[in-house]
């Protein structure tokens, strides 16, 4: 394989980015927008909505605040269009992104493990989203490509400016780079000045972080300190789903990895044979092991949170691949296999799985600035946070969507509004809009198919305007398509 030469490497990882950007058009989780566009788009223009994360403060502003400068920019040139908005936040992870696809290179040395960092679908499925996870995996990579191995004999703690800021901005960060901290420590000469610049590093970090912070809450706090206390200690994360303890190895590594699961078995089996002969690799895969066990832990569990593994997963894989004495049409039915097992889930996971939100959300902003109805006022009826708000209607129109909010003062019998609504559709629409002489209906209602067969009878002074495909495979309480209603 021979990597492009006329752009440069760089130039064609950057180029591969963009294109990536180009090609999503489906939600993943929530947090792509509630996390950080949402946040960024209250920072900027001073309308918008929080949810319960930031009014407890236990997420840091620092990413959403650099989004937020972007905005502001934006706006001081007139050029805050949504398009531009919901666009130019992708486009600078996508350099950001291809950026540790280069550093990846440059400390491997290997076009093939870049190859197969540049294809993983689930990577490539994530890593221009506005996620923190994506961030977080990026500059996962970047600081890995200059830590101070053992071999390298070099005791720079340049790595370390990378990691103290993820630290803040994502506490949970702080497991991955815990072993690799202190195995840096213990091998290094000299270890008392080392503590002293860790300790400066780490407090600047810190610093920076907590004034930032304390500037966008307006008052001060310590946001991994929140964390730690309602997350943790709380156990809140329960609330959005609890998996089993063994998960992320049954479940999760398979689906990150695919079949290349079947190398890093066989590299897992080579190291715990020899590690002597794989110094790098064993610790590889002792931070790999301590991550997921830390992990399974934690009652609520998703892919995207061990997605800062995958270049540690596959840099340990490639011992494996290695070793292996295969002919050349072995290799090349692998590389094949590897290339239809990526690019296949990755097209329809990013062009056609839960493309309705994002679609709908369009065709919403179009009706209500068309109208110049920014006193319109909206009511989503799907599972809370299914579709995008202010950061992708750009309009400071209201709409009302269900919550999901968990149970922080501890209400005895505590059921979140989506549940009370998806419990009794029709009963829930009579107390807050049939029977509620107090508020008016609403002028649009999003609503998905399997939903609105449910309410009919609300519906009745409705006109359906938009009718847009989600997914083949809806979930609980999805649908296979997402409806858009105006009032009669």
């Not at 939600?27 to 900027?44: G, I, N, T």
């Not at 407890?56 to 502003?61: E, Q």
Request: aromatic share 16%; proline share 5%.
């Amino acid at each position: 394989m021979r990597l492009p030469r006329r752009f440069g490497l760089l130039s064609f990882l950057i180029l591969w980015r963009l294109i990536n950007v180009i090609l999503i058009k489906t939600v993943h989780v929530p947090d792509e927008y509630w996390q950080s566009l949402e946040v960024a788009h209250r920072l900027a223009f001073g309308y918008g909505y929080l949810t319960w994360e930031w009014r407890t403060m236990i997420r840091s502003y620092v990413y959403p605040f650099l989004i937020s400068i972007l905005y502001r920019l934006l706006a001081i040139l007139s050029l805050d269009s949504a398009l531009l908005l919901t666009t130019l936040p992708r486009v600078f992870q996508a350099i950001l992104v291809a950026y540790s696809d280069y550093r990846f290179y440059k400390w491997t040395r290997s076009k093939w493990l870049l190859t197969f960092l540049c294809l993983n679908w689930y990577w490539y499925y994530c890593a221009t989203r506005t996620l923190i996870n994506s961030v977080e995996t990026a500059c996962t990579i970047i600081a890995l490509s200059i830590f101070p191995w053992r071999e390298s004999h070099v005791r720079s703690v340049k790595f370390l400016w990378i990691v103290g800021f993820l630290c803040m901005a994502r506490p949970t960060a702080a497991i991955l780079w815990l072993p690799l901290c202190l195995y840096h420590i213990c091998t290094s000469t000299g270890r008392r000045i080392l503590i002293g610049q860790y300790i400066l590093i780490c407090f600047t970090c810190a610093a920076i972080s907590v004034l930032i912070d304390s500037y966008c809450y307006g008052t001060f706090v310590i946001t991994p300190w929140k964390f730690f206390q309602v997350n943790v200690l709380g156990n809140v994360g329960s609330t959005y789903g609890v998996k089993h303890a063994l998960w992320y190895i049954y479940a999760a590594l398979p689906v990150l990895l695919g079949p290349h699961i079947l190398p890093f078995m066989f590299a897992c089996y080579l190291i715990f044979k020899r590690p002597l002969l794989y110094p790098r690799e064993s610790i590889m895969l002792i931070v790999i092991g301590w991550t997921l066990f830390v992990y399974s832990l934690l009652s609520h569990k998703e892919f995207r949170f061990i997605l800062p593994l995958l270049p540690l997963l596959i840099y340990t894989s490639f011992t494996c691949l290695n070793r292996l004495r295969v002919t050349a049409g072995v290799r090349k039915w692998y590389v094949a296999l590897m290339v239809l097992s990526n690019v296949v889930p990755g097209l329809f996971f990013s062009t056609l799985h839960q493309c309705g939100t994002l679609t709908i959300t369009e065709v919403l902003r179009g009706e209500i600035t068309r109208a110049n109805a920014t006193s319109a006022d909206t009511l989503i009826l799907t599972p809370c946070h299914s579709t995008p708000l202010y950061s992708h209607l750009h309009v400071n129109a209201t709409v009302r969507f269900l919550t999901c909010e968990p149970n922080l003062y501890k209400i005895e019998d505590y059921v979140d509004e989506a549940d009370q609504f998806f419990a009794n559709a029709p009963a829930w629409l009579s107390d807050n809009y049939i029977n509620n002489k107090k508020v008016t209906l609403p002028t649009y209602v999003i609503v998905f198919d399997n939903t609105a067969n449910e309410i009919p009878e609300f519906l009745r002074t409705y006109k359906l305007i938009a009718k847009v495909f989600h997914t083949f495979f809806p979930e609980q309480n999805y649908g296979k398509s997402i409806l858009l209603y105006k009032h009669i």
